[in-house]
């Protein structure tokens, strides 16, 4: 199964979500997972998903397919091939400390 992440912004509005997640239905597509939020003061909003075709539908086929419910909802979107992190990391975990705590400080976990 082809895995994917789509990302979405945006004016807020009604319905966004529901565009969004019909069009992947309609298309073949499982969302594994999905988060969105407004962007505070702004009136912009952002959405990401994951998701599997089980169709085995292509990425440039979901890309042109979305162009059209995209120009109708007035969004900035972009559907990416979804690489698993842990394919490149293994089993070695990590955690990066950021700067607001002091300084740049990492630790290896068993």
Not at 4 to 18: K, L
Not at 28 to 51: E, H, K, P, V
Not at 54 to 83: C, K, M, P, S, Y
């Amino acid at each position: 199964m082809n895995h994917y992440v789509f990302t979405v912004r945006c004016p807020s509005r009604r319905g966004i979500v529901a565009a969004v997640s019909g069009f992947l239905s309609e298309k073949g597509c499982n969302i594994t997972d999905s988060a969105q939020f407004d962007g505070l003061g702004t009136d912009r909003f952002f959405m990401r998903i994951t998701f599997r075709s089980e169709t085995g539908a292509e990425l440039d086929t979901l890309n042109d397919a979305f162009r059209d419910v995209a120009e109708v909802q007035v969004l900035a979107h972009a559907i990416h091939a979804h690489i698993h992190h842990r394919a490149f990391l293994g089993s070695n975990k990590t955690v990066v400390f950021p700067a607001s705590l002091g300084s740049y400080a990492s630790e290896r976990l068993g």
